[in-house]
């Protein structure tokens, strides 16, 4: 499996948008359901998540949900920095298996529309760093699943060792991708 840059992945989008700043701070509109239909993502999300990680190193994922409660997910940045992650998880897909990987600030202001078919992580680039994102289903429990994030059969460089990795027990034990049946088809 491989790194591949976003476009080569078909289905997911970095968007980028407009910052407008002056001596009082700045204004961005994070959102347009409009804007992402002509861009071909028709989407009502159901959810908004917020998550804190407070050191540097957090690593969160790689998590998806199966159908029928799968997500679309768009994601940002509001304080701090990560390096996030989407793997190809849909069967029949050229690039099933492989990743994109981008990196997300409070700076860059950039957002990852990462859709149903794909499982997601990120690590903290900085300490305090806040995400927030959008999803298309409901957390579902049940439906609640994720692959071993450091996983050699992906080939993922986290820009952090195993061993100062912060991870929850969960995410720690997870299966790799070979010892996963996908839900998902391409």
């Known amino acids: 499996m491989a790194r591949r840059d ?3 992945i078909p289905g997911l989008l970095l968007v980028e948008p407009g910052k407008f700043g002056d001596h009082r701070g700045f204004f961005s509109e994070t959102y347009n359901r409009r804007r992402l239909a002509e861009a071909g993502f028709d989407l009502e999300f159901v959810q908004d998540n917020h998550s804190l990680s407070v050191e540097r190193g957090v690593v ?4 998806f949900q199966s159908p029928p409660h799968a ?6 940045v509001v304080r701090g920095a990560v390096l996030d992650v989407a793997v190809d998880l849909r069967r029949g897909s050229p690039t099933f298996g492989d990743h994109a990987a981008v990196e997300l600030s409070a700076e860059n202001w950039r957002q990852f529309l990462i859709p149903k078919g794909f499982a997601h992580g990120f690590v903290t680039l900085e300490p305090e760093t806040e995400m927030i ?3 298309t289903d409901y957390y579902a429990p049940e ?3 994720g692959i071993l994030w450091n996983d050699p059969a992906l080939g993922i460089d986290w820009p952090v060792a195993p061993e100062a990795a912060r991870l929850s027990d969960k995410d720690r034990a997870q299966p790799g ?6 839900p998902f088809v391409f």
């Not at 969160?60 to 998590?63: E, F, K, Q, V, Y």
């Not at 997500?71 to 940002?76: A, F, P, S, T, W």
């Open 6 to 8: 976003l476009a080569e």
């Open 60 to 63: 969160r994922g790689l998590h």
């Open 71 to 76: 997500q679309d997910k768009l994601v940002r």
């Open 133 to 135: 994102y959008k999803v």
């Open 143 to 145: 439906a609640d699943h």
């Open 177 to 182: 991708l070979a010892e996963i049946e996908s």
